[in-house]
């Protein structure tokens, strides 16, 4: 029988060594081109460099999509629009980053039919975009 304790004591002193060998080992050395570029040789341990060409990735690649450019073809880029360019379209997650609790206050000078017309027409904006959600969607709240 093994004891759950010492075995997680074991596998922890294992890792320890594991992590300080990787760092014994590890190096980063770079050199700027003096043409915009860098180039660099490095050795570090396998998770940090899946962590370092993730970021590497993230900085050098657009991974962004207007939706006027979008057409229709599944990709990994973040498309970015308005309600009415997301109409008749879907996606896999959609993101509103700012809600509020109601619409904005009535304009100077808006009649009260023109109020009541453009907070109608921001609530059908809102369902049009929160109904373009395949298997997620994430609304961020703005209080007043």
Request: aromatic share 8%; with cysteine.
């Amino acid at each position: 029988m093994v004891c759950p304790d010492a075995a997680d004591e074991a596998e922890g002193r294992r890792l320890a060594q594991e992590e300080e060998r990787a760092r014994r080992l590890a190096f980063l050395t770079m050199r700027d081109n003096s043409d915009g570029t860098t180039d660099g040789r490095f050795r570090l341990p396998t998770l940090h460099a899946q962590v370092l060409r993730k970021a590497l990735e993230a900085l050098t690649s657009p991974r962004r999509l207007d939706l006027q450019d979008y057409d229709g073809v599944t990709s990994d880029r973040v498309k970015v629009g308005t309600f009415k360019r997301a109409k008749g379209l879907e996606f896999k997650f959609v993101l509103i980053p700012v809600m509020r609790p109601e619409p904005l206050g009535q304009w100077s000078g808006e009649s009260d039919d023109s109020y009541r017309e453009r907070a109608e027409r921001t609530r059908r904006e809102l369902y049009v975009g929160m109904t373009r959600a395949r298997d997620g969607l994430w609304l961020g709240y703005l209080p007043d």
